[in-house]
């Protein structure tokens, strides 16, 4: 069984449409990340959160938004999808790595979304 | 502003040999590196990590090798797999716990 798992696995949209992410994870692991990965730019942080109640911004957070609905989903939203939000968007768990452990705060990560919008 | 940085996109080496995938990075706040492969249509894996306390960290064929003063660090695979065949990505992190700068990647082709 995957620990982390994203749905759906693949979706093509208009632009314009509101779009959901999901992720969902039963490694029992408090934080929870989003991803977009462009050729070129490798992974770019959108949002992340440390626990239910925590939200951040990433790098690159305009035109998304998340919500945390429990320590094991994450979701990610495109309120009016748009050509250049077309991507793969991955999702990852992480416990808080301990001073000296190996590895260091090791994130796992789902299989992908492949998001086109046209 | 790239913190992280892998300047080959791609590399070719053939099975049996040594692959040494590169990685620079501009922040002196980094204190923890991480190399992830990922395979097409699967999510990024952990491979190998690295704290800046040390200069090398060695897991059975492959090896991480971090030069402090010149904010570089590289990624040794000997000998080289068919199965090696994917895209590494290099990550960083100011102290452990804190959110994971990654780089653009590098596809590493092992050709048998």
């Known amino acids: 069984d995957a620990d982390v798992t994203q749905t759906p696995r693949n979706r093509i949209t208009k632009t314009g449409k509101r779009i959901m992410l999901e992720c969902s994870q039963t490694k029992g692991h408090d934080r929870m990340y989003w991803y977009r990965q462009d050729p070129g730019l490798g992974l770019r942080l959108i949002y992340y959160s440390f626990d239910v109640k925590d939200i951040n911004k990433g790098e690159i957070s305009d035109g998304y938004s998340v919500s945390r609905q429990a320590q094991a989903k994450f979701s990610l939203s495109l309120e009016s999808a748009i050509p250049n939000q077309t991507a793969l968007y991955f999702c990852a768990t992480s416990d808080l790595g301990l001073a000296g452990a190996v590895p260091l705060n090791e994130q796992f990560f789902g299989p992908g979304t492949r998001l086109t919008v046209l | 502003d790239q913190q992280v940085k892998q300047n080959s996109p791609s590399l070719s080496v053939q099975e049996g040999r040594i692959s040494i995938l590169n990685c620079d990075y501009t922040n002196s706040m980094f204190d923890y590196f991480l190399w992830y492969k990922k395979y097409p249509a699967e999510g990024p894996t952990f491979l190998i990590s690295i704290s800046s306390i040390k200069d090398k960290n060695e897991d059975g064929r492959f090896t991480v090798f971090l030069n402090k003063s010149a904010k570089h660090l590289s990624l040794h695979i000997v000998p080289s797999q068919p199965g090696d065949s994917a895209v590494y990505f290099c990550?960083?992190?100011?102290?452990?716990?804190?959110?994971?700068?990654f780089g653009e990647g590098t596809q590493l082709t092992v050709n048998p």
């Open positions: 990550a960083a992190q100011a102290f452990s716990g804190s959110r994971l700068t």
